[in-house]
């Protein structure tokens, strides 16, 4: 494969060989109902666009029969896009996150470019052989996008400042405007890191003093982006302001919170997995060349980097909400790999890989062991062998981070479906058939809507109006195993006819996509298991009822 690369242009098409190489690697598996997954994409990515494509009004997203005005809209609207054009499946509302994680990976090739005036395909290869972008690049999820436009508008504000040319600074504000749209406000909290960053470090204050006229235009084309669907939904909806201001006060916006430095720079570094040791050698390279008054491009990075941190000392975050910083580390790591020589590189790219592999090894074993896909995995373990050829025998980086990549992308997309995680009875669609079905006091099974093909009622025992929703309800309501009694018990209070229709064992995640295990197992369940090779017995239950109002 290293042929491959020295036989083409590698300067011409390197983002064209990454963008479809990503797209190859992101791709596999995204059809799958046992595919990796999160609340937050199957109770609200893909439930949001099919109500409200229930009800034929675009403007206004829906979601739980409310409208859904806590996040802008762009991603929704790509969604039912894909819902239209290719049906309601798994495929259609994935699509876009498979084309952000490739567009990602070739904002890092552009900012590399751009940069050191190199192809920058380490870059863009490192990006696709982060964990977070192999995760998110399968999930209908807001960070990915924004992360992608955030990241673009960087580059082409970059542009701007190295040609002062207009047409590069409305493309970047054409960018800004877009990461708004799919967020809200976040993208400009990195924008701004960058921003800055750069100015302080090239010493551009006097450039963008005298271009102000063009930074005036940008960002007259971002209002314009941004403005209208605000504006629109605070006169639509006069609640909009106070749904806003409660989603600010849920991520507790604006307080500080004691030891963030160093939880947001924890989280900072586990994004860009399994990279971090290279990272940080990449940080204080880039600040000791600095003092010797050399590299700029690299302190400018790595300045953008941690001044990205920043949020997370005002607010509550994931380590997704940081996605847009992914470029801004892998470029580090890239020159730095490419730039320096030494042991103690040769070490810590073998850290970083052997970590990864290490894992992905375990992985491999576990599923051997208790004989889910067995030839899936040690396809894993062969490639696996491939990237500790590459990395130790061959030492050739650029092989070594493609085939981490490839790695990855194997075990997330091709091994990891085949645990079962929201695995559900193949007939389920032909029973429901096209009764109401609803859901009781949780998201489970949180395939349900994909398979139905329309967004499944929420009912919660604790909401009066849900609970009025039940006493007329005419289908069937599902819950999880645990929530059955109760749920049995409002039923009698209501005096409305239920009967079991059927029930079924299955993993979900909770929380972290790898604790797929009931709640309550425990150390004896786990030994049980690992001693009779099943994975039975950990499943939680799923039972639905079929219910109906008791005849007058």
């Not at 790509?78 to 994935?94: H, P, Q």
């Not at 090739?109 to 990006?127: P, Q, V």
């Not at 090894?361 to 004989?371: D, E, H, S, T, V």
């Not at 997309?413 to 032909?430: E, Q």
Request: glycine fraction near 8%; charge should be positive; hydrophobic fraction near 50%.
């Amino acid at each position: 494969m290293s042929r491959f690369f020295e036989t083409i242009n590698i300067e011409r098409h390197g983002t064209a060989i990454i963008f479809f190489l990503g797209v190859a690697l992101l791709l596999p598996c995204i059809w799958c109902e046992t595919s990796i997954t999160g609340q937050d994409e199957y109770w609200l990515s893909f439930r949001t666009p099919m109500e409200t494509m229930e009800r034929g009004a675009w403007l206004t997203t829906w979601v739980n029969e409310e409208p859904r005005l806590k996040k802008p809209p762009l991603l929704y609207w790509a969604i039912l896009t894909g819902y239209k054009f290719f049906g309601i499946n798994l495929f259609a509302a994935r699509i876009w996150a498979v084309l952000a994680g490739a567009g990602l990976a070739v904002c890092s090739c552009l900012l590399y470019k751009r940069l050191f005036e190199k192809s920058g395909l380490l870059a863009g290869l490192m990006t696709l052989a982060t964990v977070a972008v192999a995760i998110e690049g399968r999930r209908a999820m807001l960070d990915l996008p924004l992360a992608f436009f955030t990241c673009m508008s960087v580059y082409f504000a970059l542009n701007w400042i190295g040609s002062g040319y207009l047409r590069w600074i409305l493309l970047a504000g054409l960018s800004l405007g877009l990461s708004f749209m799919t967020k809200g406000p976040l993208g400009f909290v990195f924008f701004g890191a960058a921003a800055i960053s750069a100015i302080l470090v090239f010493g551009k204050w006097r450039f963008a003093f005298s271009h102000r006229s063009q930074a005036a235009w940008a960002f007259v084309l971002l209002l314009a982006i941004c403005l209208p669907w605000p504006i629109l939904m605070a006169f639509k909806w006069p609640e909009y302001i106070s749904i806003i201001h409660g989603e600010m006060a849920e991520r507790s916006l604006g307080t500080v919170h004691f030891g963030s430095p160093v939880s947001a720079l924890g989280k900072a570094l586990v994004l860009v997995l399994p990279w971090s040791p290279v990272l940080v050698a990449a940080l204080i390279h880039s600040v000791y060349h600095a003092r010797q008054g050399k590299g700029r491009e690299n302190l400018w990075l790595a300045v953008w980097f941690l001044a990205s941190t920043l949020p997370c000392f005002i607010m509550q975050c994931f380590s997704r909400y940081m996605m847009p910083i992914i470029p801004a580390a892998c470029v580090l790591c890239a020159y730095w790999i490419e730039e320096t020589d030494g042991k103690w590189k040769t070490r810590l790219i073998g850290i970083s890989i052997g970590l990864i592999v290490f894992a992905g090894i375990f992985f491999c074993l576990f599923f051997i062991w208790f004989g889910l896909d067995s030839l899936m995995a040690l396809l894993c373990l062969l490639i696996a062998g491939l990237v500790i050829w590459t990395t130790f025998v061959r030492k050739d980086n650029r092989m070594a981070v493609l085939t981490v990549a490839i790695f990855i992308a194997f075990l997330i997309g091709g091994l990891y479906p085949s645990l079962g995680i929201n695995a559900m009875p193949v007939d389920l669609d032909r029973i429901v058939g096209f009764h109401q079905v609803a859901s009781f006091d949780s998201s489970q099974p949180s395939m349900l809507s994909m398979r139905l093909k329309r967004s499944v009622i929420r009912i919660r025992s604790f909401d009066k109006k849900d609970i009025r929703l039940l006493e007329h309800f005419d289908g069937f309501v599902f819950m999880r195993e645990t929530d059955a009694r109760g749920f049995e018990k409002l039923a009698g209070q209501l005096d409305i006819h239920y009967v079991m229709a059927g029930q079924f064992k299955t993993f979900w995640s909770r929380q972290a996509w790898l604790r797929f295990a009931r709640k309550d197992a425990d150390y004896d369940d786990w030994k049980e298991a690992i001693r009779t090779r099943s994975l039975a017995n950990l499943k939680s239950g799923i039972c639905y009822y079929r219910v109906r109002p008791q005849p007058d």
